[in-house]
């Protein structure tokens, strides 16, 4: 690859980072590959036997795309995204059948890796200076393509191998919404008082890629509710606190000392109020867990936005 090429695979590497690929999962041209499956596959793949007699019985190299992408998310759902870049739209036909070559190889994988291939040409830089052309392995081991001729953010690829949202997933949304409502309901707390306990909920079991999970969220599975209650109560805000600071690193200490203050006016005294306290009273270790079932529901299907929507909608009908 030459160096006005090698500027234009960059490009399409900051164009993914800023579509929400992992900057440590994207990778250029890899020489080494972790998933000994994918590693495997790709051993026999190098582009070089496009140029050679089909029948030929000796190894060829590794093949080795110019972008590469693996996440794995739970067994059934690993995302797998690889591209092929040509310096000018003139070449997109060769940058599909580059791509076209390596998804051959991976063909085998499906349906348990949702495997994406991009042929792109030109300069993403440049509105129109630039084609894309989409293909996917089907539930059939067959390479197809889609109609997207642009890049998309990293779930909206994985969408394409998800199951539609379906009544059953609302049934769930239902029955865990009506269950921290009936929590709540029991310990008396008012309506504007448990959305912005929900809110903060949400705040701490966030867990940003590549950081340690938090105290509350590391023992989210402790079936000991009494001790998970004290853990959410003595940690509540310093998790909160450090999640934030996470997220909003770079000089932005003013809005994370903004959104901190918001939290111990509003949401701290809720979580230390009366009506949490008790013997045996273990409500917020139970709705904390409650909310981690959505965020599971949520990050496994990816369905992000239509999860939390509906869930919003239900629990302020009550």
Same mark, same amino acid.
């Given at each position: ?13 900051n164009a993914l980072l800023k579509h929400n690929f992992s900057e440590d999962l994207l990778k250029i041209q890899p020489t080494q590959i972790s998933n000994q499956r994918i590693n495997s596959a790709l051993s026999n793949a190098s582009k070089s036997i ?80 630039? =084609?894309? !052309?989409?293909?996917?392995?089907? &539930?059939?081991?067959?390479? *197809? /393509?889609?109609?997207? +001729?642009?890049? #998309? ?79 959410? =109560?003595? !940690?509540?805000?310093?998790?909160? &606190?450090?999640?934030?600071? *996470? /997220?909003?690193?770079? +000089?932005?200490? #003013? ?64």
């Open positions: 690859m030459n160096d006005s090429e090698s500027n234009k695979v960059v490009k399409i590497y496009l140029k050679k007699n089909k029948d030929l019985k000796k190894k060829v190299g590794r093949g080795i795309p110019d972008i590469y992408y693996f996440n794995y998310f739970n067994e059934g759902a690993n995302f797998l995204f690889l591209a092929e870049v040509k310096k000018t739209v003139s070449q997109q036909e060769t940058a599909i059948n580059e791509i076209k070559h390596y998804l051959s190889f991976l063909k085998n994988l499906s349906p348990k890796y949702g495997i994406v291939g991009l042929a792109i040409s030109g300069d993403i830089d440049i509105e129109d200076g630039y =084609k894309i !052309n989409t293909f996917i392995i089907n &539930k059939v081991k067959k390479v *197809e /393509e889609l109609k997207i +001729g642009y890049l #998309q953010i990293e779930k909206a690829y994985i969408k394409q191998f998800l199951p539609p949202w379906n009544d059953k997933n609302y049934e769930k949304i239902n029955q865990i919404t009506e269950s921290i409502n009936k929590k709540l309901d029991g310990i008396r707390i008012s309506t504007h008082k448990r959305v912005s306990l929900v809110a903060g909920i949400f705040i701490v079991l966030h867990h940003k890629e590549n950081t340690e999970e938090k105290k509350i969220l590391k023992n989210i599975y402790d079936t000991n509710l009494e001790r998970l209650d004290g853990i959410i =109560k003595d !940690n509540f805000l310093t998790d909160i &606190k450090t999640i934030l600071e *996470e /997220e909003f690193l770079g +000089g932005q200490i #003013q809005k994370v000392n903004d959104k901190i203050r918001i939290i111990k006016e509003t949401i701290k005294p809720i979580v230390g109020s009366e009506n949490f306290k008790g013997k045996g009273n273990t409500t917020l270790a139970e709705v904390t867990k409650d909310i981690y079932e959505i965020k599971q529901l949520t990050s496994q299907s990816n369905y992000s936005g239509d999860i939390l929507a509906n869930f919003f909608q239900q629990f302020l009908r009550y």
